[in-house]
């Protein structure tokens, strides 16, 4: 079993910027892919941003290409997502999600989940 904490959510001004953390326990971070999911209130969950176990290949959804980028260090077993240039519509609860492959395909292939983590931009 897997577990995923995240961390370094909170409350930012529009234009700002944030920095979440996800450590993961086990033996498998460094051979799988990782991604950061986001839920917005009375909205359902979408991809964020996805990166593969080696690190060499990322995927971003298009409203945060640009402004979001996804890195890991395989050696502290932590996956991180830079965000800039906050926006209202990045507000939401977002999640770390472990594969389970070295690269994403899609959100079914995603097996362990953290519990989340809020992020809340204010104009």
């Known amino acids: 079993q897997v577990e995923l904490v995240e961390s370094g959510g909170g409350t930012v001004q529009v234009g700002g910027s944030l920095r979440l953390s996800c450590v993961a326990s086990g033996q498998t971070f460094s051979s799988v892919a990782m991604a950061w999911f986001r839920q917005a209130p009375g909205k359902e969950r979408e991809i964020v941003a996805a990166?593969?176990?080696?690190?060499?290949?990322?995927y971003y959804r298009e409203s945060v290409t640009a402004r979001f980028t996804i890195f890991r260090a395989n050696s502290k077993n932590t996956v991180y997502l830079q965000m800039n240039s906050l926006r209202p519509e990045d507000t939401g609860v977002y999640y770390c999600a472990e594969g389970s492959g070295p690269y994403y395909t899609s959100v079914d292939d995603m097996i362990y989940w953290g519990k989340g983590t809020l992020v809340t931009v204010s104009s």
């Open positions: 990166i593969s176990a080696s690190g060499g290949k990322t």
